[in-house]
Nanobody, 125 residues
Framework: QVQLVESGGGLVQAGGSLRLSCVASGRTFSSYAMGWFRQAPGKEREFVAAISWSVGRTNYADSVKGRFTISRDNAKNTVYLQMNSLKPEDTAVYYC??????????????????WGQGTQVTVSS
């Protein structure tokens, strides 16, 4: 059974930084695509970034390019989302997702099989 556990959310002022972590367990993830999504109140869940576990290929939403960086630590089975220059519109619950059959270009959250419980990120103005 795949388990994804996010951490690292919190309250930060605009312009600040946070690093989210997602610890994955239960499988060998070498063929998986790992994604970060977010959902703000009253809005649909949206794609933020993705990385291929094996070669580290990445993909980003236009809204976060140049500010967010996704990375992974194979030894720790952990995926990170470094978020810099945060804006109030980045406020959302951030979710980690995983799937063995998708590429990093997949942005539809309905296609990902496994999800974490989410971590709240709040950016004050």
């Amino acid at each position: 059974q795949v388990q994804l556990v996010e951490s690292g959310g919190g309250l930060v002022q605009a312009g600040g930084s946070l690093r989210l972590s997602c610890v994955a367990s239960g499988r060998t993830f070498s063929s998986y695509a790992m994604g970060w999504f977010r959902q703000a109140p009253g809005k649909e869940r949206e794609f933020v970034a993705a990385i291929s576990w094996s070669v580290g290929r990445t993909n980003y939403a236009d809204s976060v390019k140049g500010r967010f960086t996704i990375s992974r630590d194979n030894a720790k089975n952990t995926v990170y989302l470094q978020m810099n220059s945060l804006k109030p519109e980045d406020t959302a619950v951030y979710y980690c997702a995983a799937d063995s059959a998708l590429s990093v270009r997949t942005v539809d959250p309905a296609l990902f099989d496994y999800w974490g419980q989410g971590t709240q990120v709040t950016v004050s103005s």
